[in-house]
């Protein structure tokens, strides 16, 4: 464009020295071309690009009007390069200073023009400079307006469209990387809601503060929360409450009242923001001062201003957390199908098998008699291992049941099948754990007790399960031999629910049982409200 404006330039006047204003041009534009994405150096480089345009425009006219050419075509010849800085606001999609470049170069061009003498008479008042400088000026405001508007449309094309091919591979290549790195907090809902309550204690004083997010049956669960004490947190959307309120209308709300069920009173500041990915609301923080008036609008603002970006990861944690549920569980179903349909049914064959030859020995052969009956019992153990892995692979947490409920029918189901008394202590609150929490809990579980009916020749199990959300506890004790003495199968049994319990943050305890026996123990958070019942199992078997 600079070539051309300086052909266009030496036809108009004739003049070398006018080429002045086109070097005067690239050293206005040089910077914005070195350092094209520095918000201050690029933007100040165009605007120099205009003025120097609408002076050497005016000035260029002028001289060509002098040398006997038409007037305005001095303007015609110089006016072209307009378009470059306004092109590259658009291509920067930087519409708004594409407009005050225009603005900029309107202004220069008609100040420039009153100041200039041609004849006698001011630029401005000369036939024909107006109108050259119109003409360019709207071609350029047209050409903006119409990048503009080419924008919304691809925008709009590209959102309503199916992403093509090529974006599936991409999107599913990065799930499978971000898999591979799991169990880790990259796509950790609990990890995630815990970083974020740290970033907000540096802009926002809080006495206490969670992050909630939605669960089944209009409910809320506690993904992570910070304070002195263990909060009963408000859970429900249908409630009279702030936090009913935020999730309903996706905007930040205060009030003078705590969020927890039940609170001692005084003066307390609660903040609630939603947590916003797209138009879906994926969680809420909740932040509490013991202190009126804690949150003034600068507040939230900083508060949001962590939030924002805080919920899309959010949503892909708890996204990612579900594609992985789903996942496991059809997994998990799968297996269960194959086991069933394949070696169980070949297993009591065998065994139907077996009763054939029991009832065709006769009595002289008493020897093989008591092998086939031998052979006979381990089939039938064989089995009942069969059915009773089948079991713990379709147990899953009933949305309504609960935790407790699918921990107490698992151990009374093992324990019928091992012969061992069952000793129940079921506790759990209406609240809810997520859904992954509840899933890892329950496996955790069922090891242990499948540990204590196979390995450690117990007589009683004795089960307790705790559920106060975030806080959750459960302990499965037996009176069985000691850990010490069991096999190596049930250390690797050990070994996977560590492995559970690290992945949900909770702390996993093995430890002798006296007189004997052994107890394990997961334990989810903290309980300040009550003691932990770790001893009832030794009471109730001494």
Same mark, same amino acid.
């Given at each position: 464009?600079?070539?051309?404006?300086?052909?266009?330039?030496?036809?108009?006047?004739?003049?070398?020295?006018?080429?002045?204003?086109?070097?005067? @041009? &690239? %050293?206005?534009?040089?910077?914005?071309? +070195?350092?094209?994405?520095? !918000?201050?150096? /690029?933007? #100040?480089?165009? =605007? $120099?690009?205009?003025?120097?345009?609408?002076?050497?425009?005016?000035?260029?006219?002028?001289?060509?009007?002098?040398?006997?050419?038409?007037?305005?075509?001095?303007?015609?010849?110089?006016?072209?390069? @307009? &378009? %470059?800085?306004?092109?590259?606001?658009? +291509?920067?999609?930087?519409? !708004?200073?594409? /407009?005050? #470049?225009?603005? =900029? $170069?309107?202004?220069?061009?008609?100040?420039?023009?009153?100041?200039?003498?041609?004849?006698?008479?001011?630029?401005?008042t000369q036939p024909g400079?107006?109108?050259?400088?119109?003409?360019?000026?709207? @071609? &350029? %405001?047209?050409?903006?307006?119409?990048?503009?508007?080419?924008?919304?449309?691809?925008? /709009?094309?590209?959102?309503?469209?199916?992403?093509?091919?090529?974006?599936?591979?991409?999107?599913?290549?990065?799930?499978?990387?971000?898999?591979?790195?799991?169990?880790?907090?990259?796509?950790?809902?609990?990890?995630?809601?815990?970083? @974020?309550?740290?970033?907000?204690?540096?802009?926002?004083?809080?006495?206490?503060?969670?992050?909630?997010?939605?669960?089944?049956?209009?409910?809320?669960?506690?993904?992570?929360?910070?304070?002195?004490?263990?909060?009963?947190?408000?859970?429900?959307?249908?409630?009279?409450?702030?936090?009913?309120?935020?999730?309903?209308?996706?905007?930040?709300?205060?009030?003078?009242?705590?969020?927890?069920?039940?609170?001692?009173?005084?003066?307390?500041?609660?903040?609630?923001?939603?947590?916003?990915?797209?138009?879906?609301?994926?969680?809420?923080?909740?932040?509490?001062?013991?202190?009126?008036?804690?949150?003034?609008?600068?507040?939230?603002?900083r508060v949001t201003a962590?939030?924002?970006?805080?919920?899309?990861?959010?949503?892909?944690?708890?996204?990612?957390?579900?594609?992985?549920?789903?996942?496991?569980?059809?997994?998990?179903?799968?297996?269960?199908?194959?086991?069933?349909?394949?070696?169980?049914?070949?297993?009591?064959?065998?065994?139907?098998?077996?009763?054939?030859?029991?009832?065709?020995?006769?009595?002289?052969?008493?020897?093989?008699?008591?092998?086939?009956?031998?052979?006979?019992?381990?089939?039938?153990?064989?089995?009942?291992?069969?059915?009773?892995?089948?079991?713990?692979?379709?147990?899953?947490?009933?949305?309504?049941?609960?935790?407790?409920?699918?921990?107490?029918?698992?151990?009374?189901?093992?324990?019928?099948?091992?012969?061992?008394?069952?000793?129940?202590?079921?506790?759990?609150?209406?609240?809810?754990?997520?859904?992954?929490?509840?899933?890892?809990?329950?496996?955790?579980?069922?090891?242990?007790?499948?540990?204590?009916?196979?390995?450690?020749?117990?007589?009683?199990?004795?089960?307790?399960?705790?559920?106060?959300?975030?806080?959750?506890?459960?302990?499965?004790?037996?009176?069985?031999?000691?850990?010490?003495?069991?096999?190596?199968?049930?250390?690797?049994?050990?070994?996977?629910?560590?492995?559970?319990?690290?992945?949900?943050?909770?702390?996993?305890?093995?430890?002798?049982?006296?007189?004997?026996?052994?107890?394990?123990?997961?334990?989810?958070?903290?309980?300040?409200?009550?003691?932990?019942?770790?001893?009832?199992?030794?009471?109730?078997g001494e």
């Amino acid at each position: 464009m600079l070539a051309l404006v300086a052909v266009l330039t030496l036809f108009a006047t004739r003049e070398l020295a006018q080429l002045l204003w086109i070097a005067l @041009l &690239a %050293v206005a534009g040089l910077p914005a071309l +070195l350092a094209p994405q520095h !918000r201050i150096i /690029a933007p #100040l480089s165009r =605007v $120099a690009e205009v003025v120097v345009l609408g002076l050497a425009a005016s000035h260029v006219a002028a001289v060509a009007l002098v040398g006997g050419s038409i007037h305005g075509l001095g303007a015609s010849a110089v006016l072209p390069y @307009l &378009a %470059v800085p306004v092109t590259v606001t658009a +291509l920067r999609r930087r519409f !708004r200073e594409g /407009a005050g #470049l225009l603005a =900029v $170069a309107a202004a220069t061009l008609l100040v420039s023009g009153a100041l200039t003498e041609v004849d006698g008479a001011r630029q401005i008042t000369q036939p024909g400079y107006l109108a050259v400088c119109a003409q360019w000026l709207i @071609l &350029a %405001v047209l050409g903006l307006y119409a990048a503009r508007t080419l924008h919304r449309v691809m925008q /709009a094309r590209g959102e309503g469209k199916p992403q093509p091919y090529a974006e599936a591979t991409r999107l599913l290549t990065q799930l499978r990387t971000v898999a591979r790195q799991l169990p880790g907090a990259t796509l950790d809902p609990g990890g995630i809601s815990e970083h @974020l309550l740290e970033e907000l204690r540096n802009v926002a004083t809080s006495h206490r503060a969670a992050v909630l997010s939605a669960s089944g049956g209009g409910r809320l669960v506690v993904l992570a929360q910070v304070g002195v004490d263990r909060v009963d947190w408000e859970t429900t959307l249908d409630a009279d409450s702030a936090i009913a309120d935020a999730w309903a209308s996706q905007q930040p709300q205060t009030a003078a009242r705590s969020q927890a069920r039940s609170h001692p009173g005084g003066d307390v500041s609660a903040l609630i923001v939603p947590l916003v990915a797209g138009v879906r609301t994926v969680g809420l923080v909740v932040l509490e001062a013991d202190a009126a008036h804690a949150y003034p609008s600068p507040v939230v603002s900083r508060v949001t201003a962590l939030t924002g970006p805080a919920a899309l990861r959010l949503e892909a944690a708890l996204l990612f957390d579900e594609v992985r549920s789903l996942a496991t569980n059809e997994e998990r179903q799968r297996l269960a199908r194959e086991i069933h349909d394949g070696v169980a049914q070949e297993l009591v064959m065998v065994g139907y098998g077996i009763d054939n030859a029991l009832a065709t020995v006769h009595d002289d052969a008493e020897e093989t008699a008591e092998s086939l009956r031998t052979l006979r019992a381990e089939v039938t153990r064989v089995i009942t291992e069969l059915r009773l892995s089948l079991f713990e692979l379709r147990s899953e947490v009933d949305r309504h049941g609960g935790l407790a409920a699918a921990i107490a029918e698992y151990a009374r189901t093992v324990g019928a099948s091992g012969g061992l008394r069952v000793h129940l202590s079921l506790d759990e609150s209406t609240a809810r754990l997520p859904a992954a929490t509840e899933a890892e809990l329950l496996r955790i579980a069922q090891e242990a007790v499948t540990n204590a009916r196979k390995h450690a020749g117990a007589s009683n199990l004795w089960v307790t399960c705790e559920v106060d959300p975030p806080y959750a506890q459960i302990e499965v004790s037996d009176d069985g031999q000691g850990i010490a003495d069991q096999r190596p199968d049930g250390r690797y049994g050990l070994a996977i629910m560590a492995e559970r319990a690290e992945r949900i943050r909770g702390r996993l305890e093995i430890r002798p049982r006296r007189p004997s026996g052994t107890t394990v123990a997961v334990v989810l958070g903290t309980s300040p409200r009550r003691d932990n019942v770790r001893g009832s199992a030794g009471a109730e078997g001494e």
